[in-house]
Each structure stands twice: as C-alpha cells, then as structure tokens.
C-alpha cells in the first residue's frame, strides 16, 4: 500500500522560498503521477501542480507559473515542489497525491487521485 509523507512547509516572509518533499514508501512511485493540491482556510482544495510518472511533462496553476516547480527523483521515491517568490495567497496545506497512471490526465481534481499524504502547513506573512 503506498504511503506518502509531506515535509517541508514552514513560515516564511513574502518573497521567500520553500522546497516541499513527498517521500514514498510501500511501493515504488514510478507508475504514479503525483500531483500537489493546496487548501486555505475556507477555501476548496485546488491542483497546485502535476508531474507524469516519468517527470517528462509537467503542469502547473495559473497562479503559481514561473515560481513554483514540480520534480521528481523516482530512485530516492520522492518528489519535490520548489516554490520561489512566495506570496500570502500561497498559504495553505500542501498535500501531495497520487495517481496510478502515466499521466496527469485530471490532475486538477482532487477525486482523481488515489493516495494522499497528511499535509504540511505553509505560510507566508510578514
């Protein structure tokens, strides 16, 4: 049964940068894509980013194009979410999720995903 675990969130000012994490375990992540949503409070969960099983394409949100970047280690099992020129709207709960398909076919929808990580808190203030 796969497992996954965030790390990585952390308070930090606008403008700043974080590298979330999403390590692996009960099996290998080379058949998933993998996909990292967000909530904030009171809001609904959204796609953040999507990365294939091979880390060949890639997807991003509006909101986030040219700050944050999706990649992937599949020999280490894990996964990673560069995010640079933080601003406050990005606070949230990051959770990285998994799908059992080569690509991010419905990455934006959080029923499409089969496994989910607990969540790391992020958030951006002065």
């Known amino acids: 049964q796969l497992q996954l675990v965030e790390s990585g969130g952390a308070m930090v000012q606008p403008g700043g940068s974080l590298r979330l994490s999403c390590t692996a375990s009960?099996?290998?992540?080379?058949?998933?894509?993998i996909g990292w949503l967000r909530q904030a409070p009171g809001k609904e969960r959204e796609g953040v980013s999507c990365i294939t099983n091979s880390g060949g394409n890639t997807y991003y949100a509006d909101s986030v194009k040219n700050r944050f970047t999706i990649s992937r280690d599949n020999a280490k099992n894990t996964v990673y979410l560069q995010m640079n020129s933080l601003k406050p709207e990005d606070t949230a709960v990051y959770y990285c999720?998994?799908?059992?398909?080569?690509?991010?076919?419905?990455?934006?929808?959080?029923?499409?995903?089969?496994?989910w990580g607990q969540g790391t808190q992020v958030s951006v203030s002065a």
């Open positions: 009960g099996a290998t992540l080379d058949a998933y894509a």
């Open positions: 999720a998994a799908h059992l398909d080569r690509l991010c076919t419905l990455w934006s929808q959080s029923p499409w995903y089969d496994h």
